[in-house]
Structure formats: C-alpha cells, structure tokens
Nanobody
C-alpha cells in the first residue's frame, strides 16, 4: 500500500509564499514519477508541476511557471513544492500524486497513487 501524506497548506495573502510537502516511502520518492495537482471547487483537477524519477527534469503548467518549484528531498523521502508570489487564482486543494505512467505528465489519469490533499487559500 502506497501512502502519500501532504502538509504545508494554509492561508496567505496574495504575493505570499507556501511550501507544500508530500511524505512517502523512500522507494517511491527515489523511483517514481511524481507530481502536484490542484482542484478548486467546481473545477477539474489540473496538473501543476511534475518531476521525473532521477529529479533532473521538471515540467510546469504555464499558470505557475516562474512562481512554483517542484523538487525531491530523497534523504527525507519527501516531495516538495515551493509556491511563491501566490495569486488569487491559486487557491485550491493541492494533491500529491505518484506512479505516473508517462514521464512528466500533468494528466491526472496517468497517476496511480494520491494523497488526501492540503488546502491552500489566498486572500487579496
């Protein structure tokens, strides 16, 4: 059973920063293609950022390029997403995903395992 546990969500003002973490097994973090997704009320789940198994390649949705950074702490077996310059358009439930079937995919159907999500709120 693969468990993904997100943390780090919260409420910030526009322009502020948050760091999301996703704890998983060392094997998963070291070997799986992983990603962050988000889902706002009434909207479909959308891919935000993805990272491959050897952490050398990343991919971002255009809406977050230059503001969000995805990386892995292999030693701590944690997937992280640093979110800077948060905008009113960013609030959503953010989900960690692993087990991608296509490298760097931002399509939710390509991922096997999911966390429960962590809420991000941005006030203007």
């Amino acid at each position: 059973q693969v468990q993904l546990v997100e943390s780090g969500g919260g409420s910030v003002q526009a322009g502020g920063s948050l760091r999301l973490s996703c704890s998983a097994s060392r094997y998963i973090v070291s070997n799986a293609w992983m990603a962050w997704f988000r889902q706002a009320p009434g909207k479909e789940r959308e891919g935000v950022a993805s990272i491959d198994d050897n952490i050398s390649n990343t991919r971002y949705d255009d809406s977050v390029k230059g503001r969000f950074t995805i990386f892995k702490y292999i030693t701590n077996h944690t997937l992280v997403m640093q979110m800077n310059s948060l905008k009113p358009a960013d609030p959503a439930m953010y989900y960690c995903a692993a087990g991608g079937r296509l490298s760097l995919s931002l399509r939710h159907s390509d991922y096997t395992w999911w966390g429960q999500g962590t809420q991000v709120t941005v006030s203007s």
